[in-house]
């Protein structure tokens, strides 16, 4: 697998970065300010994350996916790991991610690659997304704020 920056004049992966995040709209938004990174297997795209600057120091994954015949094969977590070293290499200290309270697999993954439960941000699903969301079973409502030191 081979992970590169996305030049300008290519288009997003659109479809894939709509797995991980239901609204266009908000994709749209962060894709303006923020770097898109894509994985590569056999010339096809199989997987996707997008990084943006969001406070002095600190960047945040803001969208992550892998496509959902290649799930849980690694690649999920191999996404993780180059954000990292590239954030640390761009001389961020603070990398972020941030998910719903009901992604129960993703709270997993993130915590099993480093990063740490830092707060919780009530209600923000309910605010920033016009339809409801489900998944196993739970209503998402708050996201989940998680951080690792590149320190
Ligand atoms: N065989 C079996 N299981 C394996 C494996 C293998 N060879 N390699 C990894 N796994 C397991 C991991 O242990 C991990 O287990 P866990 O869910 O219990 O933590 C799981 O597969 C996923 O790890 P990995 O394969 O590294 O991630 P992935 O490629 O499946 O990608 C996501 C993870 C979240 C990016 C992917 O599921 C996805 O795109 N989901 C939809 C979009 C989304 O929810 N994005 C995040 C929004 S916050």
Redesign the pocket.
């Known amino acids: 697998m081979d992970i590169r920056k996305l030049i300008n004049e290519e288009k997003p992966p659109m479809k894939l970065l709509l797995?991980?995040?239901p609204s266009q709209k908000m994709i749209e938004g962060y894709l303006e300010n923020g770097s898109c990174f894509v994985a590569e297997v056999d010339n096809e795209i199989i997987?996707v994350y997008v990084l943006l600057p969001t406070r002095p120091e600190t960047v945040e994954i803001v969208?992550?996916?892998?496509a959902e015949e290649?799930?849980?094969?690694?690649?999920?977590?191999?996404?993780i790991n180059d954000a990292i070293q590239r954030a640390k290499q761009d001389g961020y200290k603070t990398i972020e991610?941030?998910?719903?309270n009901s992604?129960i697999?993703?709270l997993?993954?993130y915590q099993?690659c480093g990063f740490r439960i830092t707060g919780i941000d009530p209600d923000f699903f309910v605010k920033h997304y016009s339809f409801e969301i489900y998944e196993n079973g739970i209503q998402c409502r708050d996201m989940i704020r998680l951080s690792y030191d590149l320190l």
């Open positions: 797995l991980a995040d997987g969208n992550i996916a892998v290649h799930q849980k094969r690694g690649y999920g977590s191999r996404l991610i941030g998910t719903g992604s697999s993703q997993a993954l099993k």
